[in-house]
């Protein structure tokens, strides 16, 4: 059996003959299973995902409805397993297109970091091959696809701006040139591939046109963000201006954090007031403060300018918690236990669950 969540949700048999899986929470129900890569599924967590925070009377049996309508229409004993809790579908990472699409671009990202740049393009362009849409696009009404697919459709870009960078590597400036400008066109701020594309037209002898993207991102991120452009877009610039004819990708300042450190920031941090303020005010009342958007406006920026100005006010100390891995709700307590050293889910004789507190959201 096969099941695709890159695009419409759809399952084929294994003689490749498409399944009819039924109505829109039938699918929404089979992604949110495959998605979780053969683990359990809490009848909450799948009674949260497929009807949100305030569902209606009667779920659980809705829930256990629909879970036989999936094993009706996929046919296979067991492949939807009931067990202590919750549900467990009984699949590997190669039949879910989404869960393999990420272990291809985490291999992809992991060679090109080594410089093995033949072998990233490679991973990087068959992970990329299994999109056929937006992530979940028939079932994004569903409170769980929406976080979920929004998360895919970012590790997408990610994966394409790792692609485009072996491609460039590898002297392929003419074969990627396209995509990497419809790339850039359809995420404007996010600056890594506003490099990419600099690189890439200049490398094909067009200077003027590269010079013009940084003015034009320039002009974009003031208008939008009130930044000025990141050290390594401008150091791409400088390069570019003096007609280097091999401009490396710029070393990617993230410095990683350390207990009670945020990360150094190499630009200064202009204009968003209204939201530094109001953030401030939940800082003071909150105990956790999440800060949500579409990729590419700046969350993580806005949100260490903030919490380092609280920090300096209070004279507390402050952890950096990387939730890029995360994407179950029990994989919270984990990063933040994991990130402050603790192991055994304790914190100084502090239960976990006045460790991690549900979040406050603007």
């Known amino acids: 059996m096969r099941m695709e969540m890159l695009g419409p949700v759809r399952a084929y048999a294994d003689d490749g003959a498409p399944i009819d899986v039924g109505g829109a929470m039938v699918r929404a129900l089979l992604a949110r299973l495959a998605l979780a890569g053969g683990e359990v599924v809490s009848v909450d967590a799948l009674v949260d995902g497929l009807w949100g925070e305030h569902p209606h009377g009667g779920t659980v049996n809705a829930l256990h409805a629909l879970v036989h309508q999936l094993r009706k229409a996929l046919g296979e004993a067991g492949v939807v397993e009931r067990v202590a809790g919750g549900y467990r579908l009984h699949v590997r990472a190669e039949q879910v297109n989404a869960v393999r699409f990420e272990e291809l671009a985490k291999r992809g990202g992991r060679e090109l970091a080594a410089g093995d740049v033949q072998r990233a393009a490679s991973l990087l362009g068959e992970a990329l091959a299994l999109w056929r849409g ?22 997408r870009v990610g994966a394409a701006e790792d692609r485009f960078e072996a491609e460039l590597r590898l002297g392929r400036h003419g074969e990627i040139l396209a995509d990497v400008e419809a790339a850039a066109a359809a995420h404007p701020l996010r600056e890594r591939l506003a490099g990419l594309r600099m690189r890439a037209l200049h490398a094909a002898g067009r200077q003027s046109d590269a010079l013009a993207v940084f003015e ?5 991120l003031a208008e939008e963000l009130g930044v000025d452009p990141s050290e390594e877009l401008r150091k791409t610039h400088l390069a570019v201006l003096r007609g280097e004819r091999e401009i490396p990708e710029a070393v990617q300042a993230r410095p990683e954090a350390v207990p009670g ?8 941090f202009v204009g968003r007031g209204d939201e530094l303020r109001l953030l401030a005010g939940l800082l003071e009342t909150s105990r956790l403060v ?37 994407n179950t709700a029990d994989g919270l307590p984990e990063a933040v236990l994991g990130t402050l050293g603790v192991a055994d889910g304790r914190l100084s004789g502090t239960p976990l669950d006045r460790v991690v507190k549900p979040a406050r959201r603007w």
Do not use: N
């Open 216 to 220: 034009k991102v320039r002009e974009t």
């Open 134 to 155: 937006d992530a979940l696009a028939d079932v994004r009404d569903i409170p769980f696809a929406g976080t979920a697919g929004a998360r895919l459709d970012e590790l």
């Open 290 to 326: 999440t800060v949500v958007g579409p990729g590419g406006v700046g969350k993580p920026r806005l949100a260490t300018e903030a919490v380092s100005r609280h920090r300096a006010h209070r004279r507390g100390r402050v952890w950096l918690v990387s939730l890029a891995g995360v």
């Open 261 to 268: 450190r945020l990360p150094a920031q190499l630009t200064s």
